[in-house]
């Protein structure tokens, strides 16, 4: 079995994808996801022309997917000119994944500190 590994690029646009595709048919949802993905060719900014909004947010690999698919449906807000049902469904996955950090977070946290108590290294 070929083990894989899933980067957070490809999380990301998995996730857009499929909040695409649960609100819409597939030509046009392909046609969103890519507003959000690719670059922008006509944008006023010379680093848009040559990467897409997700890729802007992934700079530097500091955000975790959650906070990336908020400022995505944020972005995506602001293009429709207010909400919508991809930029909802961005919202809630990207808050139920902004969860899961914060818990892995807290537990990582916490067993650091019963090492610490129990002096285990």
């Given at each position: 079995m070929?083990a894989?590994?899933?980067t957070?690029?490809?999380?990301?646009?998995?996730?857009?994808?499929?909040?695409?595709a649960k609100?819409?048919?597939?030509?046009?949802?392909?046609f969103?996801a890519e507003?959000?993905?690719?670059?922008i060719?006509?944008a006023?900014?010379?680093?848009?022309?040559?990467i897409?909004?997700a890729?802007?947010?992934l700079?530097?690999?500091?955000l975790?997917?959650g906070?990336?698919?908020?400022l995505?449906?944020?972005?995506?807000e602001?293009l429709w000119?207010?909400?919508?049902?991809?930029?909802?469904?961005?919202?809630?996955?990207?808050?139920?994944?902004?969860l899961?950090?914060?818990?892995?977070l807290?537990?990582?946290?916490?067993?650091?500190?019963?090492?610490?108590?129990?002096?285990v290294?």
């Amino acid at each position: 079995m070929i083990a894989t590994t899933t980067t957070k690029r490809d999380r990301v646009r998995a996730e857009v994808f499929d909040a695409c595709a649960k609100h819409y048919c597939a030509k046009h949802a392909a046609f969103l996801a890519e507003t959000l993905l690719d670059p922008i060719p006509n944008a006023a900014e010379e680093e848009f022309r040559r990467i897409g909004m997700a890729d802007f947010f992934l700079r530097g690999d500091t955000l975790p997917v959650g906070d990336i698919l908020g400022l995505l449906a944020d972005h995506l807000e602001d293009l429709w000119g207010g909400p919508n049902p991809v930029s909802a469904t961005l919202w809630e996955r990207g808050y139920a994944l902004y969860l899961e950090w914060w818990e892995k977070l807290n537990r990582e946290h916490e067993a650091v500190l019963w090492r610490i108590r129990h002096d285990v290294e």
